[in-house]
Each structure stands twice: as C-alpha cells, then as structure tokens.
C-alpha cells in the first residue's frame, strides 16, 4: 500500500472514497485527509485530521481507497443516522504545450464520475509574457461556456491562481498571485452558471492568445468539482496548509459552520477554535490590523508569524484576541514590507459565518509630493499598494481624477529628450511630470501626463509613457499613480535621458525601425553574407554585445523571439533607446531613436 500526502500529487484522474455498497445504499460520508493528520470521527459523520499521523490510501481501479477500522466506520453511522455527504471530483491535466502566437489551443479533462455540480473551482498555471494577449474560457460538457480572463492584466506576466466563485473580485493586479489566491472569473458568464449540470463528459479550457509577438506555454489546469447538496463540505482552509491568501485593505468574506479544530489553540483561549485560514505578505512597513467585527457569531482571531512556514504548537502567536468589538475580535501589530503571516479566524463553542478585514497605516515614504525620493536615470521600482491620494488632481486624456500615487524627484543628467515609462506595472497607471520647485496644487492640470500607452513594440496598453525635452540640471517632479482614483499595484519607473550629442539606439532592433521582430535577423544576415552592405548603427546589431557584428548575434536573436525565457539583448536593450554601456570598436553613426 502507497501512502499519498495531500502535498504531493496524486495521479489518479477522479479522487473519492470508494464503499461497499451494502454500506453505501442510504447513508455518505464526507471525508477529510491531511497529511499530518490522524484520522477521528466528529459528531457530524466527517472523518477529519489530528496530529502526528496521515489516513493511509491505496490504489484500486482508479480509485483512491481509504483504509480504516470497519468496526469505527459501524459505530460512527449508528451514531450519526443523519450523516449525509459532499462528494467532491479533483482532476488535473499538466499538457505543457506552447500556447499558438496568435492562436488557441485546448485541452481537455474527461470526468466519468457523474454528480450534480454544486460548485466548480479551477486553478490555472499559464506562463506568458503579457497577460493582455490572452482569452482563458472553460467549457462543461452541456457547452455552457465561461470566460475566466479576457484581454485583462496588460502587461502583467503569468496567470497563476484558482478561479472560485466564492473568491475575490476579478483584478488584473492579482492574476499571477498564486495557487493560494482565490479569484472570480472576469466573465463573461461566472462559474455558478455550471450549477446542477452533469459532472460527467468532458471538459474544456481553450487559452487563445490574440496578439502576436508574445509567447506562452499553458503548463497545469485543476478542474475541482463540488456536489454540496448532500450535505457539509469542509473548507478548502480549513488547516494552515491551504490557506487562502488575501491582501492589505480588503475584507474577506467566511463561513466556519463545516470547518475543524485545526488543533492550534491561541495564548488568549485555551480551547481549539473550530478555525479557517488565510495568509498575508505584507506589502509596506507599518502597523497593520485584523479584525472580524460584524460577523455574527463569537470569534477568536490569531496572527501567526509565516515566514518560515505554518505554525506548530511549540509556536506563539504574534497576537490573539476574543472580544473586542463585542463578541468579535480585532488583532493589531507592527510589521515590516516582506513578513508574512497566518491568520486563524475561528470561534470558540461557536461557528458561522463572517467578514475578515485587513487594514493598515502603512504609507510609502514617497506618498506626499513634498517627501519625493529622488532618482537617476534607469529603472526604479515602486509600489503604491499602501499609497494614499494626496489631492493633486490632473486632467490628462479626457479624465479628471486625483489617483492613489507616490513622488520621484529627477535632475536631468543630459540636455536633450527625457523618456518616462511605466511599462511592465501589473496595474493601469497614470504618469504627470510637473515643474520642481514648488509642489502643484489639486485641479490643475499637467503640461506632461500619460494615462493608456503604446508600448515601444507597437502594443497598447494600460501604462503610461512621457516624452519631455529637457536640460542638463533641469530638475522635475514625477507622480506615479493608477489610471483610475483606485487603481494600485507594483511596478517601475524607467527613465532615460538621450543626450542630443550622444548617438543612442535599441539594442537587437538592426534595420532600425524601431521594433524586435525576425526582419531584424534576417537584415543582419544579409548585411554580413549578402547584398546589404553593413549597417548605419553596428551597435544596434550587437545584438549580444559582444563587441562583433557576426552570425552569433543572428543566433541570439532568433532564440530573445522564439525561445521561451531566453536571454533578451542587452542594455539599453529592445524596446528602450538608450547609449552603449559597453566599451568597443562599434559605433552608430545614425539611428533615430527619438
């Protein structure tokens, strides 16, 4: 017999308990495994985890059978007539195929087991440069037909996170969250649009990538199926090993009438909650708080520290609390942009369902224009997810709105154009550049501003990009906020001062007309063998800077476009103008770049 831990991945297709079926004729059980657990009966018919041992499963015809004393599994029917059952049907499909650019490809999953679909979750693991390109629809059986994401993310890379009708709202900032991050679909269509179908057929996902340049390759999909009519189903949370993670200013919606004592008891209860469990990276330096006021049952709440991993008894939590907002609790500490932690919200004697709010007084130190960080040419990374709006309103685009933003401040190192972008942020930003000097005042509006650009390959999207002739010495304010008076997330700013003196070029972009594509390959081909003649900038056909133009820069090239996480050309790179960092014998005698 094979042990299997619910860490490790299990290759049957279906995952169920299988009965015989004198046992099975009136009466289900709901089942829960862990993989540190020891199997133990509850008063409401679920086998569920304790420490220090797991529930032992073999394989037999495809399915996963538990085995257990029969003589327990007896008493625990007797003692509970009314015992009823959430079946539940996990399948997993790894293709690991190239996603067609453009192009769609499918893959399916064939469930034979067949149950009135209550409930369906399905975690994605895409990789792709550029989430913006991409179409992700799931199809049941009977066709009905959902839109997970379509066209959302811009920018953003990857699509990583289970799609759950009971998630979070829909936002692109959070698509390459994590596994552990529970998601609305976008639509069109939701996920509850599958209720009371037929489990049983085949299921679709199609991933069609709508804009060429970019590649992808769909690598997992988990298609979880749920039939709640039954009865009780435990929480996905319900231990620390599958907690859902959430983030600062947000409320979270939950439900303990079905979960289990985890076995952790706080340092302010001695008793075991019956508890669910959630996870937070924090994003900023302050002081953060949880709380759990307004649910209507009696909680117990703890923060656990989870850098490391989850808590074990030998552990104390941060902070603990029972009733601070009547009987619901509220737990405040301080903490340092990077820690992670656990939250166990439960109740004590107590169940039901509730609201976890997370909040905080973290600020960048960059918030206010009068504390801007001052910055150099290059890129600077940046994050306005504890940012707040400080009123400077500007009218850029057709919209008026005062964004969420934090300050730069920038001194031009060169007299000649200034470019600013914001590419590559996983969130719709807005971009002003105002006078230094004295810090603008709410309503007026920007000389320089950007709200939607087009990024250096001819691609739309939702960052921002500014173009501003400046000189040496010249000193200018930046504000850097979302597209919209909500917007947040992480990014960079990039800036590069083009000297009207100094010859500057994109690297790789060798018939110069300002995009990375294979015509530029194939011009350097001919400048080297065949009738071209050489080129006007030998350093943008450097495209490995090497310091040569040959057949190795060809090479490099064909491999930056079509081969998957490939090395791209170096500074000042593709999609950037930018001088030589490098030292050789190359020049450019002509490229526009401006």
């Known amino acids: 017999?094979?042990?299997?831990?619910?860490?490790?991945?299990?290759?049957?297709?279906?995952?169920?308990?299988?009965?015989?079926?004198?046992?099975?004729?009136?009466?289900?059980?709901?089942?829960?495994?862990?993989?540190?657990?020891?199997?133990?009966?509850?008063?409401?018919?679920?086998?569920?985890?304790?420490?220090?041992?797991?529930?032992?499963?073999?394989?037999?015809?495809?399915?996963?059978?538990?085995?257990?004393?029969?003589?327990?599994?007896?008493?625990?029917?007797?003692?509970?007539?009314?015992?009823?059952?959430?079946?539940?049907?996990?399948?997993?499909?790894?293709?690991a195929v190239d996603i067609p650019d453009p192009g769609t490809v499918v893959d399916s999953i064939v469930v034979t087991d067949s149950l009135s679909v209550a409930d369906v979750n399905c975690t994605i693991d895409i990789t792709h440069p550029f989430v913006g390109d991409l179409v992700v629809e799931i199809e049941s059986p009977v066709s009905t037909m959902v839109s997970l994401t379509s066209l959302s993310g811009s920018s953003e890379s990857d699509v990583r996170v289970t799609f759950d009708a009971n998630g979070n709202p829909f936002g692109a900032t959070l698509l390459a969250s994590g596994i552990g991050f529970h998601m609305q679909s976008q639509?069109?269509?939701?996920?509850?649009?599958?209720?009371?179908?037929?489990?049983?057929?085949?299921?679709?996902?199609?991933?069609?990538?709508?804009?060429?340049?970019?590649?992808?390759?769909?690598?997992?999909?988990?298609?979880?199926?749920?039939?709640?009519?039954?009865?009780?189903?435990v929480p996905v949370h319900d231990v620390?090993?599958?907690?859902?993670?959430?983030?600062?200013d947000t409320t979270t919606q939950f439900d303990t009438t079905f979960a289990s004592e985890s076995g952790f008891a706080s340092d302010c209860d001695s008793a075991l909650p019956t508890d669910v469990w959630y996870t937070l990276e924090i994003p900023c330096d302050g002081v953060y708080t949880a709380s759990t006021c307004g649910s209507n049952f009696d909680t117990v709440l703890s923060v656990w520290d989870g850098t490391a991993a989850c808590p074990t008894l030998a552990h104390a939590p941060i902070g603990c609390d029972d009733d601070t907002c009547g009987l619901q609790s509220e737990v405040s500490w301080p903490a340092t942009a990077g820690d992670v932690v656990f939250l166990q919200v439960g109740g004590v004697g107590a169940v039901g369902s509730g609201q976890l709010s997370i909040s905080s007084t973290a600020v960048p130190a960059n918030d206010a224009c009068l504390t801007a960080t001052p910055i150099a040419s290059g890129e600077t990374p940046f994050v306005t997810v504890c940012a707040t709006s400080d009123g400077v309103a500007f009218t850029c685009e057709g919209d008026t709105f005062a964004p969420i933003d934090i300050w730069f401040i920038y001194t031009a190192n060169c007299t000649g154009q200034l470019n600013v972008d914001t590419f590559g942020a996983d969130f719709d930003t807005s971009l002003a550049a105002w006078p230094a000097g004295v810090c603008p005042s709410g309503g007026t509006p920007s000389s320089f501003c950007s709200n939607d650009a087009t990024d250096p390959s001819g691609i739309p999207t939702t960052q921002s990009a500014l173009v501003i002739d400046?000189?040496?010495?010249?000193?200018?304010?930046?504000?850097?906020?979302?597209?919209?008076?909500?917007?947040?997330?992480?990014?960079?700013?990039?800036?590069?001062?083009?000297?009207?003196?100094?010859?500057?070029?994109?690297?790789?972009?060798?018939?110069q007309d300002a995009l990375f594509d294979i015509s530029d390959p194939v011009y350097t081909l001919d400048a080297l063998f065949g009738s071209g003649g050489g080129s006007a900038c030998f350093d943008a056909m450097d495209a490995n800077d090497d310091g040569n133009n040959d057949v190795a820069d060809v090479v490099f090239c064909l491999s930056a476009l079509f081969v998957l996480s490939a090395s791209q050309p170096p500074a000042p790179g593709p999609t950037r103008c930018g001088v030589d960092p490098t030292a050789d014998s190359l020049d450019c005698d002509q490229y526009d770049c401006l």
Not at 240 to 248: G, K, R, V
């Open 1 to 95: 017999m094979e042990r299997f831990n619910l860490e490790r991945e299990i290759p049957q297709p279906t995952v169920c308990t299988k009965l015989g079926p004198s046992l099975m004729a009136d009466r289900r059980i709901s089942v829960k495994f862990s993989h540190d657990g020891l199997a133990q009966w509850l008063p409401n018919g679920k086998i569920t985890a304790g420490p220090n041992q797991t529930l032992p499963l073999s394989s037999n015809e495809g399915f996963l059978t538990m085995r257990f004393d029969v003589a327990l599994f007896i008493a625990a029917l007797l003692a509970t007539p009314t015992a009823t059952v959430a079946v539940d049907i996990v399948n997993t499909s790894s293709p």
């Open 240 to 248: 620390c090993d599958f907690a859902i993670q959430i983030f600062d």
């Open 187 to 233: 639509g069109p269509g939701e996920l509850d649009d599958f209720s009371g179908e037929d489990s049983a057929g085949t299921w679709t996902l199609s991933v069609s990538d709508t804009i060429s340049t970019n590649s992808g390759q769909l690598n997992e999909w988990t298609l979880a199926l749920s039939d709640t009519t039954g009865g009780p189903v």
């Open 470 to 511: 400046v000189l040496v010495g010249e000193t200018i304010l930046l504000q850097v906020g979302g597209g919209n008076a909500e917007a947040v997330g992480h990014g960079a700013i990039h800036l590069t001062c083009l000297d009207s003196t100094t010859p500057t070029f994109r690297r790789g972009d060798a018939n």
